[in-house]
């Protein structure tokens, strides 16, 4: 079983859309939780931290479920930017290895 | 305040060759750890260096194998090439290792085994 699993889409979701997904993780002793955003053929970049009682960050909000082992993240209001791959990254707290899952691809369309 | 940097951007290799993958990490950053990413996958897991020394590495072969210098610049080699090391070459760097941390990524190195 991957320690990681994601649903890999592809979500085609209208401008103005709300679309959200999960991701699965394997390990309980994992500890921190990620979202990156990669655009096509380019470097991840950190979207959000993952906190425990859940976070937003603008249209962006995580939420993270200990008990079920999943991460969830929902983009409000879907601007045609948005079109990326999002990373599910887990880790625990003294752990140096980022574990990725293998990516949501979201396509938001005019 | 620069980034993290990767170079060469491109890499066409033949099998059997090695390769030398450069990262200089973010300015007052200690660690790097390095990333190999095939197509339709995440990011897997190399190495990661800290105050240059090896804290981990994943299940790659010993044709993989890295360093960190003083600098906390860091260099990947790999031997022997295959035309399964075709991938995009990641390196991340953070201030310390704690799992919290988040890692900021450079653009990678797209490595092509011909």
């Known amino acids: 079983r991957k320690e990681v699993e994601q649903d890999p889409g592809p979500f085609n979701v209208p401008e103005g859309a709300t679309v959200a997904f999960n991701c699965t993780y394997s390990?309980?002793?994992?500890?921190?939780f990620f979202w990156y955003r990669q655009d096509c053929r380019k470097e991840p970049k950190l979207l959000m931290s993952v906190y425990s009682s859940g976070n937003e960050d603008g249209r962006f909000t995580a939420q993270l479920n200990r008990a079920s082992q999943y991460i969830s993240l929902l983009i409000r209001d879907s601007k045609l930017s948005d079109s990326a791959t999002y990373l599910c990254v887990v880790n625990k707290l003294d752990d140096y290895k980022l574990s990725f899952g293998a990516g949501t691809t979201v396509t938001v369309r005019a | 305040d620069a980034g993290v940097t990767q170079s060469p951007t491109h890499l066409i290799k033949t099998r059997g060759q090695h390769v030398t993958l450069r990262c200089s990490p973010i300015?007052?950053?200690?660690?790097v750890s390095w990333y190999q990413q095939v197509l339709g996958q995440g990011p897997q897991f190399i190495f990661q260096?800290?105050?240059?020394?090896?804290?981990g590495r994943g299940n790659f072969p010993d044709r993989f194998s890295a360093r960190q210098f003083p600098n906390y610049s860091s260099e990947l080699n790999v031997n022997a090439l295959l035309l399964g090391d075709s991938a995009l070459y990641l390196c991340a760097s953070s201030s310390g290792v704690e799992g919290y941390q988040p890692q900021h990524f450079g653009d990678g190195t797209r490595l092509s085994i011909l």
């Open positions: 390990n309980s002793a994992s500890q921190s």
């Open positions: 260096y800290y105050e240059k020394e090896e804290r």
């Open positions: 300015s007052g950053h200690k660690s």
